[in-house]
Structures are given as structure tokens and as C-alpha cells.
């Protein structure tokens, strides 16, 4: 069974997909002031996100 959104619903799921979104670009290119302020984004809507430390691989002898 499924129960229909509402409007604000609906709208608030919209946000937190969006600001999740922008999180996680944020996250991938390193622009960690956006990340923080998406990440406050979405605790202000009730959403608790914990991001895994990034591990950075090790260049090899040879590689630039």
C-alpha cells in the first residue's frame, strides 16, 4: 500500500534529493566549503549525513 505525498511532502523530498546531490559533487571534488554547506542544509531538514573519510591512493614510482 501507498500513501500519496502532499505538496509539502513532496517538496521537502525534492530538497533533500537536490542538496544530497550537490553534497555528494561537493564531496567528490574536493570542495569541502560547499560540502559543509550542504551537509548543514540537510540537517536543518532533519537529515543526519555521515561522510566516510577519503582514503587518497598513493602515487607509484613513475606516475604524475
Known sequence: M???????DRDRAVRI???FSALIHAWESD???AAARAKENL?????????????RKQKQVGEQ
Do not use: Q
Not at 2 to 8: G, L, N, S, V, Y
Not at 43 to 55: A, C, F, N, Y
Open 43 to 55: 540537517s536543518e531538514l532533519g537529515v543526519k549525513v555521515t561522510l566516510p573519510k577519503r582514503i
Open 17 to 19: 534529493v537536490a542538496i
Open 31 to 33: 570542495n569541502f566549503s
Open 2 to 8: 501507498t500513501i500519496p505525498a502532499t505538496d509539502p
